[in-house]
């Protein structure tokens, strides 16, 4: 008998021709994105395989055992502070990847290339063999305009049993993503030591109006206040 090697190509099967006392060695198989952790006598890689036994004297499969690589995933910010990098296996997911945030822009999510490239998301898969920057997105966030609110007072006569006299708000917002539920309403009575509130108007008399908004991912902060009492 005498020992053999196979070749260094992945083959799936080859021949090795013995007289069935010999010896063989099997190089490290190569994966992409994958590191080799041996060859097993079972499908289920539960048992390496015995190459000091000698050889079987029959056909034989053998099976490689795989480990997904780790890769570095580094983030990239124009804009605020960049999150610590984080590390994600071949072939699997992203996972939770961090949200950024900005008073004046508006977070698009991450991409692989500054501008243009392609949309990372938790669920996108990893199939880079080598460590990667994804690049935060950003747009301008949209700022919301006056003559996108109208303000309609109630005049009426005074009436003690009427729960309240609120004013009535109607946004026209250009992509229609905005209603008057989405503002806030104040009050201010034009009486002396009088304060700011969400209560509607109870009370006779003229009163300031403020429709104010929070920024929020997509539009900057709003607020406007009547120029005279309504």
Do not use: C
């Amino acid at each position: 008998g005498h020992p053999a090697t196979n070749p260094a190509a992945n083959l799936t099967s080859y021949t090795v021709l013995t007289n069935g006392s010999g010896n063989i060695s099997l190089l490290p198989a190569s994966r992409n994105g994958y590191t080799f952790e041996g060859w097993y006598a079972d499908e289920k890689l539960t048992t390496a395989f015995n190459f000091d036994a000698g050889m079987p004297g029959q056909d034989t499969t053998v099976y490689a055992k795989w480990a997904p690589r780790t890769y570095t995933v580094t983030f990239v910010t124009t804009t605020g502070t960049a999150p610590a990098s984080i590390q994600v296996s071949y072939n699997s997911t992203y996972g939770t990847l961090p949200v950024l945030t900005d008073n004046n822009m508006r977070f698009m999510g991450w991409f692989t290339a500054a501008t243009g490239g392609e949309q990372v998301t938790a669920e996108t898969l990893f199939t880079s063999t080598e460590n990667q920057k994804l690049y935060a997105q950003w747009e301008a966030k949209i700022e919301i305009l006056d003559n996108w609110i109208t303000i309609t007072p109630r005049t009426e006569n005074y009436d003690e049993t009427e729960p309240g006299f609120p004013v009535t708000i109607t946004v026209d917002a250009p992509d229609a993503d905005l209603s008057a539920e989405d503002f806030t309403v104040t009050y201010l009575w034009e009486k002396e030591n009088s304060k700011w509130t969400e209560d509607v108007p109870v009370d006779a008399g003229g009163y300031l109006v403020k429709v104010r908004r929070e920024a929020d991912d997509k539009y900057l902060a709003f607020e406007m206040t009547t120029s005279q009492a309504v």
